[in-house]
């Protein structure tokens, strides 16, 4: 029985990337960890927030997509992306987003109160508080270590067959069922952080690609030789998993859950500060070797972007 520790990254399309940029570091205060290309269409950004130290769990990557079209939200995605904050912060979260006139709201579910607003280009997101989790050390504007985003508390999932993708995740990603209320089941992987996963019972609807929605949701593998494993483990239970790809950062599988909701396994391995150090991590624009011959045309074609403090 393999069992994943959680979550390991969110990845969704938004638009433009300097909107994202404002919002996720500016506003949430997160690291930008992680300034690359698309692989698949190198004149676009790939863009990377985490905590401090990039860690699996708190990792959260966008493709800015400007001017495309907006996506739907619905069946065969992560409906609601959940962070978590340390205990006792909700009300500087409420006056941080009010302070930035971000519109959320409270909304209480298995005992805890979740704080609910979007992004600017619509994708959903939520604060709540959590003792799990180490703390994030990193200071952004106002935001400092002991009010910062920890990293994910979990996410809410929306599946076209709730029932196939709970049994998903409890037989083949190993995650347990705690509790069920309102229609919602309850998941839990057994990290202390992205390890909380709340499902609607009900099916939805199938949603639809675009700005504003998540694209897939990975979960970990520890190091290459546990990866290898996990796509037998996967491939056994009778998905149709791809092969292993190198994503720079760490491997990758995928296979789409017979909720319609795009699975990843990622490796916790190599992670992000192999190519470039701690300290200037997300400063220099990281390109994989095949693009590094276009990367005076990149650097003039891409549209230019700024982390900026916004306090
Ligand atoms: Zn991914």
Redesign the pocket.
């Known amino acids: 029985m393999k069992k994943t520790a959680g979550i ?2 969110i ?1 969704a399309i938004v638009g433009h990337p300097q909107e994202n940029i404002d919002f996720y570091a500016g506003i949430l205060g997160l690291r930008l960890i992680k300034k690359t290309v698309n692989f698949d269409d190198p004149d676009t950004y790939h863009l990377y927030f985490g905590d401090d130290a990039a860690k699996p769990g708190t990792i959260i ?1 966008f493709f800015p997509w400007t001017g495309a079209a907006q996506g739907k939200i619905g069946g065969g995605q992560v409906g609601v992306t959940t962070y978590a904050i340390p205990i006792g912060t909700l009300t500087y979260w409420e006056n941080r987003l009010a302070k930035f006139t971000i519109q959320y709201e409270k909304t209480i579910r298995f005992d805890e109160t979740y704080l609910q607003f979007e992004d600017y280009h619509g994708l959903q997101l939520e604060l709540v508080e959590r003792a799990a989790g180490q703390l994030n050390n990193w200071t952004f504007g106002e935001v400092t270590p002991d009010v910062a985003i920890k990293g994910f508390g979990g996410a809410l999932l929306y599946s076209t067959d709730p029932a196939s993708t709970i049994e998903t995740l409890q037989e083949t990603m190993g995650l347990e069922k705690v509790s069920e209320e309102n229609g919602l089941v309850r998941l839990k992987a057994y990290g202390d952080l992205g390890n909380i996963i709340d499902i609607k019972k009900e099916a939805v609807a199938l949603g639809q690609m675009g700005v504003g929605t998540v ?2 949701i ?1 979960w970990r593998a520890k190091d290459e030789a546990d990866h290898v494993d996990w796509q037998d483990h996967v491939y056994k239970q009778g998905y149709d998993v791809t092969e292993i790809k190198d ?1 720079n950062y760490f491997n ?1 599988i ?1 296979f789409r859950e017979y909720g319609d909701i795009l699975f ?1 396994i ?1 490796t916790d391995t190599p992670g992000f500060t192999h190519d470039e150090p701690y300290e200037t991590m997300g400063h220099e624009l990281k390109l994989p070797a095949q693009y590094e011959n276009i990367r005076e045309q990149l650097t003039k074609t891409l549209i230019p972007i700024e982390v900026k403090e916004l306090d």
Do not use: M
């Open positions: 390991h990254h990845t990557t694209h897939h990975a994503r990758a995928y990843e990622a």
